[in-house]
């Protein structure tokens, strides 16, 4: 089985521009969860989708936004890149009954740098 | 809300001895606790979870974890440790009254030295 792919791996943005991220989870997972990680702040819960919605929000600002199509893949879009938003960003997958059980299979993340 | 705390930031080991990982956490319910490992430039990868029943659960790699309910800990080890050991560990939470959303520690940056 194909594991969690995210597009693009490494990406440079300037401070104001918007950026997308996407998501494709493993195949018969539901939910998809979006992490920001850096060296600070360690890993930061943004928001998950199941079934194309958002089911629980961390505490970012409304920059930060998501969605999730009909086949479970998932987008994040982060508008008005500000120069603390450079951090890698991991996308999970688990699957869908009782979703406290399952573990979460991560990509490999999306390096972002604005400068 | 619910927590989780790794209280050390490093771990030194030498290869060949035992190796202990903490963590502790708190949740209003009951809690589902995991363990993932980073290795760099990589996303995390599942080791091992603790759902409910025998306190003391096996991973992969040989890695297992005991959960101790009123230590509210949960701690990661390994009998013998290897140099590939080396890598960065989280500590998650969920609990069952707010699916969707897991806690993690700060990580643990596991050193194994030969």
């Known amino acids: 089985k194909a594991g969690v792919t995210q597009t693009p791996r490494y990406l440079i943005k300037t401070r104001g521009q918007q950026v997308t991220l996407s998501c494709s989870p493993i195949?018969?997972?539901?939910?998809v969860s979006w992490y920001q990680q850096t060296p600070g702040q360690g890993l930061q819960f943004l928001f998950e989708y199941f079934s194309e919605t958002q089911r629980n929000k961390g505490n970012f600002p409304g920059r930060f936004s998501g969605r999730q199509f009909s086949n479970s893949r998932s987008e994040m879009n982060v508008s008005t890149l500000e120069l603390g938003d450079s951090a890698l960003y991991l996308c999970?997958?688990?699957?869908?009954?009782?979703?406290?059980?399952?573990?979460?299979?991560f990509g490999p993340g999306t390096r972002l740098t604005v400068t | 809300a619910q927590s989780v705390a790794q209280p050390e930031d490093q771990v030194n080991v030498a290869e060949g001895n035992p190796l202990t990982v903490k963590c502790t956490y708190s949740v209003s319910g009951n809690p589902y606790l995991f363990w993932y490992v980073q290795y760099p430039n990589r996303g995390l990868q599942f080791l091992l979870k603790y759902i409910t029943g025998d306190n003391l659960v096996k991973g992969s790699y040989g890695f297992e974890a005991e959960f101790n309910k009123s230590q509210t800990s949960f701690h990661l080890k390994k009998p013998s440790a290897l140099v590939s050991d080396s890598a960065l560990y989280f500590c998650a939470v969920r609990d069952n009254t707010n699916a969707g959303k897991s806690t993690f520690g700060d990580g643990t940056t596991l050193t194994v030295k030969p």
């Open positions: 195949s018969g997972h539901r939910s």
């Open positions: 999970a997958s688990s699957l869908s009954q009782n979703q406290g059980r399952y573990e979460q299979y």
